[in-house]
């Protein structure tokens, strides 16, 4: 019997039906990874926060520009703070002259006001030494908040009427806080006066309120030994039980959230055996439900519908459920830059778009509940240039996967074809389809459906006995 030989298509898929629609959103329920158009900073976004259906930013940068426009075109003047609309990622009309970086941004729980920390000591003028507020949803610098810190704030969180801050200060309204301080609404110095001997870097409340979950790079906690994290009464500063896993004294903890049920922690090292991972811990006891230990500093987190993201330059998830070998060897020193965990486990999705780093890329992240907005160094999201700030939407997704490995026919029995190709690969999809064509036919042979993700690329096959 001749062999045929066959003229084959290889197209990747989504598994759908086959009369089904394009893809709406990701198919494993997380963002999709392509970025939707938002406009740029010209420096580093360290501070995201969102209310009312705005995304403001903080930073190192004074200028801001459209999407696609090069560094230097069509720059608008944003010195230091930004607010974009969440849906569109358009400028709004929020401008106010700070003096330094701003380092941390969180709305009041009723999206009243935003609080601004950093290290300007001027705001519009005004002496505004590293905490500030604006009334929303006008924006105006409230004129009656003004508590000043002698160093950088670093982290706030709000509960009700009491601010607390985090940072590099020693004092406020020129009383001793070291590290860590509450004032209330209209800026009065609170008596909540715990002690740390590092700089604090985030703070989170627990889901009651009835706790200030903070992490740095401090040693000791009201003299307690307290490596990078520690749990204190939102009311009297006095530490409570933090149980989880140890930290070696090479850790920092970078960044803290809650999503109501649990804690969310992100942390970062230099050295061998340090952590550079993320983890997920009760509230009110600390102890850890997952620990992913990725090497590569984590730098931020957000949770969205039980997807937890995270900003690193990680190149190594070897041990992580789903995760990577280090990619050093195999992409020439590169990260990924961007990750999504299943919130159950940390189990590692199929969501891996990426930004350079410039450094280290991604720095802050936020949520309006649906979307997720990454700020950093970044100059690029998916290889196309995007500075700064990164706008990723529940829906449409419009990725595109890899073009599949060129097809190869075999036979080495009279009747049968074995075609061979290797997996595609897709920014938020892991399971894809691939339809096969013989010759020049309007129809399909066979449907195949394989699972890939950039760093595991399986050889697929199909046996055509047609």
Request: aromatic fraction near 8%.
């Amino acid at each position: 019997m001749t062999r045929r030989v066959l003229a084959l298509l290889l197209l990747p898929l989504l598994v759908l039906p086959p009369a089904a629609p394009p893809p709406a959103t990701a198919a494993e329920g997380t963002v999709v990874g392509n970025a939707a158009p938002s406009w740029q900073t010209n420096g580093i976004v360290w501070a995201l926060a969102h209310a009312r259906g705005v995304i403001y930013l903080g930073g190192d940068f004074t200028a801001v520009r459209p999407p696609g426009a090069a560094p230097g075109v069509g720059e608008v003047p944003r010195r230091h703070i930004a607010a974009f609309d969440a849906s569109t990622g358009a400028l709004l009309g929020f401008d106010h002259v700070m003096n330094g970086s701003v380092r941390s941004l969180q709305p009041s729980p009723d999206g009243t006001r935003m609080y601004a920390g950093g290290e300007f000591t001027t705001v519009d003028g005004a002496s505004r030494r590293g905490i500030a507020a604006f009334d929303l949803p006008g924006g105006a610098l409230d004129p009656d908040f003004r508590p000043a810190a002698d160093g950088r704030v670093g982290a706030i969180a709000v509960a009700g009427d009491t601010v607390y801050l985090g940072g590099l200060f020693t004092a406020v309204d020129g009383r001793a806080r070291s590290r860590l301080a509450a004032v209330s609404a209209e800026g009065r110095l609170l008596a909540w006066s715990p002690a740390a001997d590092g700089s604090v870097r985030a703070m989170t409340l627990t889901p009651d309120g009835s706790r200030v979950v903070v992490g740095g790079g401090f040693g000791t906690v009201n003299g307690v030994g307290k490596r990078a994290i520690a749990s204190l009464d939102a009311g009297t500063g006095a530490l409570h039980r933090w149980d989880g896993e140890p930290l070696p004294d090479c850790a920092q903890v970078s960044a803290l959230i809650t999503d109501g049920d649990t804690v969310y922690g992100a942390a970062e090292g230099t050295g061998g055996g340090c952590f550079d991972g993320s983890f997920a811990a009760d509230p009110m006891t600390g102890i850890e439900r997952w620990r992913d230990l990725c090497l590569g500093a984590t730098q931020s987190l957000a949770v969205i519908r039980g997807v937890v993201y995270k900003g690193s330059h990680a190149h190594q998830c070897r041990y992580a459920d789903g995760g990577f070998p280090d990619v050093k060897a195999t992409r020439k020193g590169s990260s990924w830059h961007l990750l999504g965990l299943r919130a159950s486990d940390g189990a590692m999705t199929s969501w891996v778009p990426n930004t350079n780093g410039r450094p280290l890329g991604p720095r802050v992240m936020a949520t309006d509940g649906s979307q997720l907005f990454v700020g950093g160094d970044f100059t690029t999201v998916n290889r196309e240039p995007q500075q700064g700030f990164a706008r990723f939407e529940a829906a449409p997704d419009r990725t595109v996967p890899s073009t599949p490995g060129t097809p190869v026919a075999t036979s080495v029995q009279a009747g049968r074809v074995t075609v061979t190709w290797r997996a595609s690969t897709d920014l938020d999809d892991g399971t894809l389809a691939y339809r096969i064509y013989r010759d020049d036919g309007a129809a399909p042979v066979a449907e195949v459906t394989g699972f890939s993700r950039p760093w595991l690329r399986p050889v697929l096959s199909f046996d055509d006995v047609g």
